[in-house]
């Protein structure tokens, strides 16, 4: 194992086949790794059009040049593919064990294609990679197909595996990271449906144990040094150790206190008697705290549910519990529990039961729970695992369930690009609106998450003032970070990630040439999104409720967003890109950020 980033593993499903593919190192470093390398293999190797359950569809697993040196926070993977719910790039992150061990084997990515014949599971190890039968693990739950595999392989070897919803094709089905009752952390990669297409592939669990390797780094000293000063920097922020104390639920109170938070689907931006979903709240039931490798803050918080224990997030909270006019964390933590049990994506399995609690309501669907029915939502998870009666349309999402209930419906379905929005209402947080609306895969948050900046000043709520300006820089340098994988809660900057590269691959950058690559990766997605979905400005909006609805906030406010100011902020924004009124990267720009050529 030499210490050149860029090893990659293909497997051919199909075939029944494997080979060692290198990228060469332009590439590596126009693109790093992780999200950006994956667009690129995605936009090279991908046949045009292709269908995302379909044979010639790409599954990646990537990490990136820091993933497994010890590097802080880098120890998570990415899954790229083209996503089943949305037609558009698909970058979805874990965390846990599995890219370090994969590297750790000598691979910095995985590549499956094609489609087995039978039910199929892959064993990575030190003799090579094997397939081997999955027929008995078929129909198994994510953490019973975990605990099979590993019986078969090696106890302590790291799963990635999919339940019922991933083989059945739910669209918004997760690949699942082990388990929460393993000693070390789990980890899910939710969004966006990657699950189906690896259920469509047949292709159960891809499980991986590395006993002896290490990840190389280029200089060691420089490297040490450097860790020193970098663990310390990160005691020095208070968010560390409200991490640590609280996770990420702490964002619960001041969310609901200021209007964020959305609610019984996206009603109201505050849940009354909130105090049981709350952080504190959690805090007092959490059985253990986890880390990913290299992290000290543990912000992972174990519950532990009538069903098992259980990681619970404040996204969860939000959209499992307050967007279904849930209010107890207990309960929340039940059905987060029976979802990652399913393999469904916690986030959209919220917006979606909570558009079908509504639906009811209005007499547009039947045999669907209420608003507050905890139980009832449970049993509609698992209806739409299974696609059973109205499961089977709800597993198609809110976009094409609404889509086919009709025009009321579709008033009622809160999507961007046909991925179900998270734990922001963005008629409270302005910046969340334009970022929802030109973010590369569909309604995310993580491509610029502008609520602290909101919420601390560095933004004015409620203005339009330096909004394109600040999504645009934040797009451009999270493209960066998640092509490093490093954890968007890490209170580390650009000059750290540079000095990162430097010592563990050899890789100079300067501040701007680092920012570049961040840049260049934003419009490949976008080029990506115009070639597989004919994505244009017309798609570049907000839901129609967003639009048409004033948001009741605490303190008998309201909040709203128009359409003229969304057109008004993409105009600013489009220019800032450099891309033309339909939101197309002109020649200009491609050439300038050398895409011309590397494509």
Request: aromatic residues 8%; charged residues 30%.
């Amino acid at each position: 194992m030499g210490d050149r980033f860029g090893r990659l593993l293909l497997v051919d499903l199909s075939r029944q086949s494997h080979e060692v593919l290198e990228v060469g190192e332009e590439v590596i470093r126009a693109f790093l790794g992780g999200k950006g390398l994956g667009a690129y293999l995605l936009y090279k190797l991908l046949k045009p059009k292709a269908d995302p359950l379909g044979p010639e569809n790409l599954l990646m697993f990537l990490t990136g040049p820091l993933t497994g040196t010890g590097y802080p926070t880098a120890g998570r993977v990415v899954v790229v593919t083209k996503s089943p719910l949305t037609g558009l790039f698909l970058d979805s992150y874990a965390g846990g064990w599995f890219g370090p061990e994969l590297r750790r084997l000598g691979y910095d990515g995985l590549i499956i294609t094609g489609r087995a014949e039978e039910p199929t599971y892959l064993w990575l190890s030190e003799e090579g990679p094997e397939l081997r039968d999955a027929s008995h693990i078929w129909g198994q739950p994510s953490g019973r197909a975990v605990e099979l595999v590993r019986d078969e392989t090696d106890g302590r070897a790291h799963v990635a595996a999919i339940g019922p919803a991933g083989e059945n094709l739910v669209r918004f089905a997760a690949i699942v990271f082990d388990r929460d009752e393993d000693p070390w952390r789990s980890g899910v990669a939710g969004r966006g449906g990657a699950g189906a297409v690896m259920g469509s592939k047949l292709l159960k669990a891809i499980a991986i144990q590395a006993r002896r390797g290490r990840v190389p780094v280029r200089d060691q000293e420089a490297f040490r040094e450097l860790l020193g000063r970098l663990y310390e920097k990160m005691k020095e922020s208070p968010f560390y150790y409200i991490r640590r104390a609280v996770g990420t639920s702490y964002w619960l109170e001041p969310m609901n206190r200021l209007g964020f938070l959305p609610t019984r689907n996206f009603t109201s931006g505050f849940i009354e008697d909130h105090y049981r979903l709350t952080g504190s709240y959690l805090r007092a039931h959490v059985r253990k705290d986890t880390a990913c490798p290299y992290c000290p803050m543990g912000c992972g918080k174990v519950v532990e549910a009538p069903e098992g224990a259980v990681k619970v997030e404040y996204e969860l909270l939000a959209m499992m519990g307050a967007n279904d006019g849930i209010r107890d964390a207990l309960e929340v933590a039940r059905s987060v529990k029976l979802a990652t049990e399913l393999g469904l994506d916690g986030i959209s399995a919220g917006v979606v039961v909570g558009f079908a609690m509504e639906a009811g309501q209005r007499g547009l669907l039947e045999d669907v729970p209420g608003f507050g029915d905890a139980k009832g939502q449970r049993e509609l998870l698992r209806r739409i695992a299974y696609r059973e009666g109205v499961g089977d349309l709800l597993a198609e999402g809110v976009r094409r369930a609404a889509e086919r209930l009709g025009l009321e419906a579709e008033e009622l379905a809160v999507h961007v690009k046909g991925l179900e929005l998270p734990g922001y209402d963005p008629r409270a947080s302005w910046g969340m609106a334009l970022a929802y609306a030109t973010a590369d895969r569909g309604g995310c948050h993580q491509r610029a998450w502008t609520v602290r900046a909101e919420v601390d000043g560095r933004l004015r709520r409620f203005s339009t003032e330096g909004l394109a300006e600040f999504v645009k820089a934040v797009q451009d340098e999270r493209a960066a970070a998640f092509s490093l994988i490093v954890c968007d809660f890490a209170p580390l900057g650009v000059e750290d990630f540079i000095a990162g590269l430097r010592a563990v691959a050899g890789l100079e950058y300067s501040m701007e040439e680092y920012l570049r690559v961040g840049e260049r990766i934003w419009n490949l997605t976008r080029l990506l999104n115009i070639r597989e979905a004919g994505t244009s400005r017309a798609d570049d909006t907000l839901p129609p409720r967003v639009f048409e609805e004033p948001l009741p906030m605490p303190d008998d406010r309201e909040a709203r967003i128009g359409r003229e100011m969304l057109a008004s902020l993409l105009d600013e924004y489009y220019a800032l890109r450099g891309w033309d009124e339909q939101g197309r990267p002109t020649p200009e720009k491609l050439e300038e950020l050398g895409l011309d050529e590397l494509l």
